[in-house]
Nanobody, 118 residues
Framework: QVQLVESGGGLVQPGGSLRLSCAAS???????MGWHRQAPGKQRELVAG???????NYTDSVKGRFIISRDNAKNTMYLQMNSLKPEDTAIYYC?????????????WGQGTQVTVSS
């Protein structure tokens, strides 16, 4: 079975940094990964995505502050978050998308809370 486990969330002061990790298991072949977040009263949004080969994309609000990366040998994805702002407060979810014989499979982690406050 596929399992995605996030870690690294917590409370941090504005301007601080935090690193999130997502450990994946039960997957084979190539797959894309991404971080999504959802704040109270708002829709879930894509924060950053990364392909198997390492191509990345970011939502405008985090460009220049966040860095997404992955270690395929460890089946782990990371999100380095710098210069954090209160508006970054949300539950952050790990996402995996894969294709097998033209069928798309999607998996989600349980999420980890990030709170930016003084």
């Amino acid at each position: 079975q596929v399992q995605l486990v996030e870690s690294g969330g917590g409370l941090v002061q504005p301007g601080g940094s935090l690193r999130l990790s997502c450990a994946a298991s039960g997957l084979s072949g190539s797959y894309n990964m991404g971080w999504h977040r959802q704040a109270p009263g708002k829709q879930r949004e894509l924060v950053a995505g990364i392909t198997w080969a390492g191509s990345t994309n970011y939502t405008d609000s985090v460009k220049g502050r966040f860095i997404i990366s992955r270690d395929n040998a460890k089946n782990t994805m990371y999100l380095q978050m710098n210069s954090l702002k209160p508006e970054d407060t949300a539950i952050y979810y790990c996402n995996v998308r894969s294709l097998f014989r033209m069928i798309r499979y999607e998996y989600w982690g349980q999420g980890t809370q990030v709170t930016v406050s003084s």
